[in-house]
């Protein structure tokens, strides 16, 4: 009985974390790779300001399950976003506002009940 409860405390444990940390799926590559870069070196962008010219290496989406946005998860999920970017040379992200929304990449939904904080993006290189 005592396995028990410790099994799935420790699930329970598990779960919590996964959810309060959030997650971003595979970036779907759509242009040419390019060698990596640090994380610190992306550029994030949002429209209107955008850069003259670049061209699209990856499509990014992160996701936070773990309630309302805050700055903290906010700056969490564009981290990750940086750091996927990074790995395939991308130099930037640029954010997508999501449709529905007054704007802003970053925002809050209502799924299935659920609040969750959703983030598009996609991961650009701006030559120099």
């Known amino acids: 009985m005592k396995k028990l409860m410790v099994a799935q405390l420790r699930y329970s444990m598990l779960l919590v974390s996964l959810i309060l940390v959030g997650c971003s799926t595979a970036p779907r ?3 040419p790779v390019h ?3 640090r994380s610190s070196a992306v550029m994030v962008y949002e429209p209107p ?3 003259r010219h ?3 290496v990856a499509k990014l989406n ?3 399950y773990g309630g309302l946005s805050s700055p903290r998860m906010d700056r969490i999920l564009l981290q990750k976003m940086r750091k996927q970017a990074a790995q395939l040379g ?3 992200i640029l954010l997508i506002p999501i449709r529905g929304t007054s704007g802003g990449a970053i925002c809050v939904e ?3 009940n659920a609040f969750h904080t959703q983030v598009h993006a996609e ?3 701006v030559p120099h």
């Open 29 to 31: 590559i759509v242009g």
């Open 35 to 37: 060698p990596a870069i």
């Open 49 to 51: 300001l955008v850069p």
């Open 54 to 56: 670049y061209s699209v």
């Open 62 to 64: 992160a996701m936070d």
């Open 90 to 92: 991308a130099n930037g």
């Open 110 to 112: 209502v799924v299935c």
């Open 123 to 125: 991961a650009i290189y």
